[in-house]
């Protein structure tokens, strides 16, 4: 199966670089990138700035996907991933039982994935060159 994929940026970038980028977004360091236009469009336009919508199509053939947009998952799931990959304080007590509840009852290990998609992104999460 092939996906055309869009990553909003504020250059043009010819093929995905992973490893770079910022290492504190929701699924942590990895490619983002949406199936839709305009969100990548709104990605690329940062602080009143052009930016580009660059555009690719993925094989996902041989690709281990998690899939949050599945019925199995729900909010729950994708909050325990972020809380992972964010950085903010947790000071009061409820603030730390409920991180704590969260990675105990929703926590999902994504290293396993090559892909993973959530609310309107995804990201790639390994060096998948060949897939492009």
Known sequence: MKMKIFHGSKKIIEKPQFGVGKIHNDYGRGFYCTESLEIAKEWACDYLEDGFANAYELDCEELKILNLNDKKYN????????????????????????????????????SEYDLIMGIEQMILISDLQKTF
């Open 75 to 110: 909010i729950l799931h994708w909050l325990s991933i972020l809380i992972q990959n964010r950085t903010f304080s947790s000071n009061s007590e409820m603030e730390i039982m409920s991180k704590k509840f969260l990675m105990e009852k929703y926590n999902i290990d994504i």
